[in-house]
């Protein structure tokens, strides 16, 4: 029997003695995890960007956050204004005209979809990773990503690398991604009661972001320009493999030949008609992407430190939430793609982008090689910078302004009225186009032109409309608790549009000017082809390979009273427009609220 009970006493001294080492361990490991989580708020940088930094307190002035959410957004916004340097990127090597080295203009083009493309889809991956680290955090990495693929693009461009140049983009995508979203969840958490405005004004900064990239980068590109050295009007040349070469001092080198209309497109000042030698110039493209990255890192960095969230549970003074959003009134992430409404939204929201992208990232180019041909007084290289800002301006109106109207109407009714406004537009469009070019000295010229540039910022509007309205209209779908996260899937739509725009734009217009160039050809004198290019017809397809043989050239020879084909190249991309719109019209209809099984359960 006394065994029985020292026994015992063993055992229980053993469960106790085990018991209290895993309740020591316990504490052990409770007091590494608060040390570790009051860690990430000491220091320099835990007090800058740790957890409570993060946090606005009583006396935080709501709208004073719009100053750093808005800043970033203009930042970000900056591919919007690509196409302004578009057209030098595809003459970075001949500067007055493209030589056979350059760039062709869809590769100087896309490096605006690869930041928009990168940035939706990091966006959507980080959104998770966003919420986690907080608003400051996310931001400052992105400011930082966003810079330095600036940097990294400029370095493409100076050393003629078309895979460093992408790969600037796609840094500057990343960073997009993770900047983008949380200043607009920080936002819309601050103004329960002004979710429309909140995030109209802030994307709407994202919009305007053209507005300070145009007159910024065009400034710092006249400032690094360096002009290309002028061989005079005639030389002898030589022809090979469809460039042309002069003699001098007895080595051969490649020249270009810049026409009237090529220069009228060109915002530099004392330059002549005539050959021009290849490499000898500088279009400071380079030096100009790496002054502007330098800004908007600052800039971005600089938010990072303004910007807070509010604390859980914050209700505006005098604000009562309507009882729909309650806790058990919110769709979790993980249910968001199982839900008809995620896919009729995003593709309705993809077709309605895509005109607007594709408007955009040819919108200096464009304007010019459809108007200048027919009124070069008017449609000047400073006409077309004003014409992109023109329609950044409508981006960003429509930003604002279609969100202020869509607390009003309603989300459902807005977007609905999106499809209406836009399909007619591109419609019509070429009929502008048409009525100005052939018959650029009517009366009525002027007023064809200014129709063609107010419908074109209208539908810029409806785009960034789309932009500013979809996160409201995404909490009003699925609730605001988790906006952030939604928004970054939602965010893809604009990687599907930023693609499929200037893709569709730039082929589409490619092929018109194949078939036009071919129909030209069958016209022209034998004899003035081979005098103007120095080479035989029949080599008509090298030369244009090697850009030495362009529209503005061929038309140069052309028999007189022969039309020119440029301005209509973009009719059938327009008539596009038009039809996918319509598309996105038909499936917003079916676009009806969510069902309640797929909302977070209360607890």
């Not at 022969?562 to 499936?587: H, I, K, Q, R």
């Amino acid at each position: 029997m006394a065994g029985s009970v020292l026994r015992y006493r063993a055992f229980v001294q053993q469960q106790t003695f085990a018991l209290n080492k895993i309740n020591s361990h316990a504490i052990q490991v409770s007091y590494r995890c608060m040390s570790t989580k009051k860690d990430e708020d000491s220091g320099v940088f835990g007090r800058l960007f740790g957890p409570k930094s993060n946090v606005g307190g009583e006396n935080t002035n709501r709208w004073s956050m719009f100053v750093p959410a808005v800043l970033t957004h203009i930042s970000l916004g900056a591919p919007y204004g690509w196409s302004a340097i578009s057209s030098a990127l595809s003459r970075e090597h001949g500067l007055v005209a493209s030589a056979a080295t350059d760039w062709s203009m869809d590769l100087a083009t896309y490096p605006m979809s690869v930041i928009m493309a990168a940035g939706g889809i990091s966006a959507a991956l980080v959104g998770k990773w966003t919420l986690k680290v907080g608003v400051r955090k996310a931001m400052l990495t992105g400011g930082i990503l966003f810079g330095s693929g600036f940097g990294l693009a400029a370095a493409g461009v100076q050393t003629h690398n078309v895979g460093m140049l992408y790969a600037g983009a796609l840094l500057s995508g990343l960073g997009y991604g993770c900047a983008y979203t949380p200043p607009i969840q920080a936002l819309i958490n601050w103004f329960p009661d002004k979710r429309g405005l909140a995030s109209g004004l802030v994307i709407g900064g994202f919009g305007s972001g053209a507005l300070f990239f145009t007159p910024t980068i065009n400034y710092l590109c006249e400032s690094f320009y360096k002009a290309p050295k002028y061989l005079g009007q005639s030389i002898d040349i030589v022809v090979e493999g469809g460039r042309q070469f002069a003699n001098l001092g007895g080595q051969l080198q490649e020249v270009v030949y810049a026409t009237t209309a090529d220069l009228a497109k060109l915002p530099y000042q004392g330059l002549e008609e005539g050959f021009y030698l290849v490499g000898s110039g500088n279009t400071g493209v380079a030096a100009g992407l790496a002054t502007i990255g330098t800004l908007y890192c600052g800039a971005i960095v600089a938010s990072s430190l303004m910007i807070k969230k509010p604390a859980d549970g914050y209700i505006p003074k005098g604000y009562i939430p309507p009882t729909s959003e309650g806790s058990g009134m919110n769709v979790p992430v993980d249910n968001l793609l199982k839900t008809p409404q995620f896919w009729l939204l995003f593709t309705t929201s993809t077709l309605l982008a895509t005109g607007g992208m594709g408007l955009m990232s040819v919108a200096k180019p464009m304007i010019q090689n459809v108007f200048t041909g027919a009124m070069p007084d008017l449609v000047t290289p400073g006409f077309a910078s004003a014409y992109l800002m023109g329609l950044a301006a409508g981006n960003l109106g429509g930003r604002i302004g279609w969100a202020t109207v869509s607390d009003r109407i309603g989300r459902w009714n807005t977007f609905q009225g999106f499809t209406l406004i836009a399909a007619p537009i591109f419609a019509l469009s070429p009929y502008l186009i048409n009525n100005c070019v052939l018959d650029p000295s009517g009366p009525y010229a002027a007023y064809y032109l200014g129709a063609f540039c107010a419908s074109t910022v209208i539908a810029l509007s409806v785009m960034g409309g789309v932009f500013a309205v979809l996160p409201a209209y995404e909490a009003d779908l699925y609730g605001s608790k988790y906006i952030g996260a939604i928004h970054g899937r939602f965010l893809t739509f604009a990687a599907a549009a930023t693609i499929a725009g200037p893709t569709l734009l730039l082929n589409l217009r490619k092929m018109a000017e194949s078939q036009a160039i071919q129909e030209l050809l069958s016209k022209v004198d034998p004899a003035s082809f081979t005098e103007k290019f120095g080479a035989d017809i029949s080599e008509a397809q090298s030369l244009v390979e090697a850009k030495t043989l362009t529209l503005s050239k061929l038309m140069s020879i052309m028999p007189p009273g022969t039309v020119d084909p440029s301005p209509f190249l973009y009719n059938n991309t327009m008539y596009t427009m038009a039809g996918l719109v319509s598309v996105a019209s038909v499936l917003h209809f079916m676009v009806k609220p969510v069902d309640k099984k797929y909302f977070e359960k209360s607890q």
